[in-house]
């Protein structure tokens, strides 16, 4: 009995041990939203909330264009909300995509804490909203992740079949394999999730889109070759230089033309 009991704690320890050092070093969330659409030339965006199958009020902008040829969800990182990520929408904007981001559960306006299971939660029910609410037959869906908002958009696209292809930038192999680069002292074997993204390329049939800074500060380059080549065809793999925040602005015109390049193709 006694013998028990101490394995029934471990298991607990180990549990929520897990999940506290995946909230700890995962994610930064930052609840207060610095800017709008509005301030970026976008008057017309909307507040947008969605509940999740949980039952989380999940927060987003929806941005229209009116010289859209593909509907886009967006996913963001780990750290700040989508007040943080509108110089990035603004080029995608300019490339003919009408937007739909969002907050992760913890994140902006978002209610709940972030946890693996709900960031995926999370952008299923963007997906239902953008599915709801746009002909996605007229302006096929694309789905957008940056660095950890790379695996929920991988995850979304192996979910649902009317993602008409994927984009993924900075984006890591793994929880397991970013854990060994930043907290090698912390074992594998403590990670509260798996945030696998390596798993779920290699299942994925629509298009995908692989971007990755060759001197990536945080997400080492080799990742973003290691995800390209796990993955299916069709793919593509384009090098950026730059920080891992700021690659699509340090190099502007590499990324652009790579994004022109594969919207063509789908």
Not at 99 to 119: A, C, K, N, Q, V
Not at 126 to 137: L, R
Not at 139 to 153: C, D, N, Q
């Amino acid at each position: 009995m006694k013998i028990l009991l101490i394995a029934v704690v471990t298991l607990l320890i180990f549990l929520f041990g897990a999940r506290f050092l995946e909230r700890r070093f995962v994610y930064f969330p930052d609840r207060a939203l610095s800017h709008d659409p509005g301030e970026i030339g976008f008057p017309e965006y909307r507040n947008v909330y969605v509940e999740t199958s949980d039952r989380k009020r999940i927060h987003g902008w929806w941005i229209p264009n009116k010289r859209a040829r593909f509907s886009l969800i967006f996913c963001h990182g780990n750290a700040g909300n989508i007040s943080h990520r509108l110089d990035r929408v603004k080029i995608l904007h300019a490339l003919g995509f009408q937007t739909l981001m969002f907050d992760y559960r913890g994140y902006g306006r978002s209610e709940g804490d972030p946890i693996e299971s709900g960031l995926y939660k999370d952008a299923e029910a963007a997906y239902e909203w953008i599915v709801k609410n746009t002909n996605i037959s007229k302006y096929p869906l694309v789905v957008y992740g940056e660095s950890l908002g790379g695996v929920v958009a991988l995850e979304l696209a192996l979910k649902k079949e009317r993602v008409r292809a994927v984009i993924i930038e900075g984006t890591f192999s793994s929880l397991k394999d970013i854990g060994k680069v930043h907290l090698p002292f912390i074992p594998s074997f403590l990670a509260g999730g798996k945030l696998d993204a390596f798993s779920k390329i290699s299942k994925i049939a629509a298009p995908k889109l692989i971007l990755h800074s060759d001197n990536d500060e945080i997400i080492p380059f080799s990742m973003g070759q290691k995800l390209y080549e796990g993955a299916r065809e069709p793919k593509k793999f384009v090098a950026l230089s730059g920080s891992h925040n700021t690659a699509f602005l340090d190099a502007p015109a590499v990324y652009e033309d790579s994004l022109r390049e594969f919207l063509e193709t789908l």
